[in-house]
Nanobody
Framework: QVQLVESGGGLVQAGGSLRLSCAAS????????TGWHRQAPGKQRELVAS????????NYSDSVKGRFTISRDNAKNTVYLQMNSLKPEDTAVYYC?????????????WGQGTQVTVSS
């Protein structure tokens, strides 16, 4: 059974920091691209950051570039999102996902989400 379990969300004041973690089990984590997405009330889910399977390539949305850092530890089957200089507009449920594309199709797994609330 595949599980992605996020943790580290919470309530923080604007300008503060949080570190999200996502622990994976049931998959060969090191061959999956992983990412963090977020969904605010009334808005579509958006990609925040992604990291390649080996960790050498990262991508960020313009809204978080320079403030958030994605990283992974394949020995621990875990991906992280360090969030600094948080803003009220960063308030959302944050989800991690693991994706692998092959010639046979795409495998995509999601966590249950963790709430991040940034107060002004």
């Amino acid at each position: 059974q595949v599980q992605l379990v996020e943790s580290g969300g919470g309530l923080v004041q604007a300008g503060g920091s949080l570190r999200l973690s996502c622990a994976a089990s049931g998959i060969a984590f090191s061959i999956y691209t992983t990412g963090w997405h977020r969904q605010a009330p009334g808005k579509q889910r958006e990609l925040v950051a992604s990291i390649s399977s080996g960790g050498s390539t990262t991508n960020y949305s313009d809204s978080v570039k320079g403030r958030f850092t994605i990283s992974r530890d394949n020995a621990k089957n875990t991906v992280y999102l360090q969030m600094n200089s948080l803003k009220p507009e960063d308030t959302a449920v944050y989800y991690c996902n693991a994706e692998r594309r092959t010639t046979g199709g795409t495998r995509n797994y999601w966590g249950q989400g963790t709430q991040v609330t940034v107060s002004s």
